[in-house]
């Protein structure tokens, strides 16, 4: 079973540029969690989907940043217009559907996108 | 305010020696309590997990856990540190219906040949 994707691994942008992050899930997790570190500190919840539905969108920064799940399948993590404080590692998460037993909502963490605003 | 603390953020260590990262959390209700290690170039891998019941976890690589409520600890430990244990770790924690995993700032442990 493959594991969660991320893509790209790094990127450098400028500051004012728009940068879009990918996240494939493992197949068949219906939640799906975007978190993010910025270094030297704690990696901090940013958003919920269940399918294609945000579900908590708490930890958004500011309206710099928009997150989609078309379809419920992968998400991307639109970051418009960037700015230096969002540079860090972002990681993506996806879990099982939530079921009646508490151990199905293990999060599985991909690699990371490490995001450079210049 | 909920939250989880590793009290170190770098600890050296010689191959072959024990291990026990520290993590505290501070919730109104027992959480469910998780230790991730992040190796370089790596995502973060799900070491062991506490939800309920023995307070004593096992997990993969030869790690175990202790949730002791009367500490609000849930510490990590090896018995015999190998060089390819050398990380961060991560301690998370999550209450029931948000979700939300919050994470301790992650312990770099370094391991000496």
């Known amino acids: 079973e493959a594991g969660v994707t991320q893509f790209p691994s790094h990127s450098v942008i400028e500051k004012g540029q728009t940068v879009t992050l990918r996240c494939d899930p493992i197949s068949g997790h219906d939640n799906l969690y975007w978190y993010r570190r910025v270094m030297g500190k704690e990696i901090k919840f940013l958003l919920h989907f269940v399918k294609e539905s945000k579900q908590d969108e708490s930890g958004m920064p500011n309206n710099r940043f928009l997150a989609e799940r078309t379809g419920g399948t992968y998400s991307t993590l639109k970051v418009q217009p960037a700015e230096l404080e969002d540079s860090g590692v972002y990681f993506c998460?996806?879990?099982?559907?939530?079921?009646?037993?508490?151990?199905?909502?293990?999060?599985?963490f991909g690699p990371g996108t490490r995001l450079t605003v210049l | 305010a909920q939250s989880v603390t590793q009290p170190d953020i770098h600890i050296t260590v010689s191959e072959g020696a024990s291990l026990e990262l520290r993590c505290n959390y501070s919730?109104?209700?027992?959480?469910?309590l998780f230790w991730y290690v992040q190796s370089p170039g790596q995502g973060l891998q799900l070491l062991l997990k506490y939800f309920s019941g023995d307070t004593l976890v096992q997990g993969i690589k030869g790690f175990e856990a202790e949730f002791k409520r009367s500490q609000s600890s849930f510490n990590l430990r090896k018995p015999s540190v190998h060089w390819s244990d050398a990380a961060e770790y991560f301690c998370a924690g999550d209450t029931s219906g948000t979700y939300k995993y919050i994470f301790g700032t992650g312990t770099r442990l370094k391991v000496l040949a």
């Open positions: 919730y109104g209700a027992t959480p469910y």
């Open positions: 998460a996806s879990s099982h559907p939530r079921g009646l037993a508490r151990v199905t909502d293990t999060q599985y």
